[in-house]
């Protein structure tokens, strides 16, 4: 089992930046990919971007060149630096992690707002 822990949400003006973090606990060398996804009331919850256990990170085109997803293994803790925040990216964040056999496990989301 793992569970996650997501924080730093807030409500930022457009052009600005955020850092949202993911606190994992519980069977964390199980975790092979972890990332963020995000949904927008009555929408379904889309992809943001992900890490790997090695490294690899990929990313929804939307953000690419704004957001960077980064891990610190030793403090099992995920983050998204979010700069150049527009409107649009206002969102519940959710962070996902899944396993090298393929369990999916999800956090509670936290709320983005960019608005002026």
């Known amino acids: 089992q793992v569970q996650l822990a997501a924080s730093g949400g807030g409500l930022v003006q457009p052009g600005g930046s955020l850092r949202l973090s993911c606190a994992a606990s519980g069977s964390t060398r199980t975790i092979n990919t972890i990332g963020w996804y995000r949904q927008d009331p009555g929408k379904e919850r889309d992809f943001v971007a992900s890490?790997?256990?090695?490294?690899?990170?990929d990313y929804a085109d939307s953000v690419k060149g704004r957001f960077l997803i980064s891990r610190d293994n030793a403090k099992n803790t995920l983050y998204l630096q979010m700069n150049l925040l527009k409107p649009e990216d206002t969102a519940v964040y959710y962070c996902h992690a899944r396993t090298y056999n393929v369990m999916d496990y999800w956090g509670k989301g936290t709320l983005v707002t960019v608005s002026s």
């Open positions: 890490i790997t256990s090695s490294g690899s990170t």
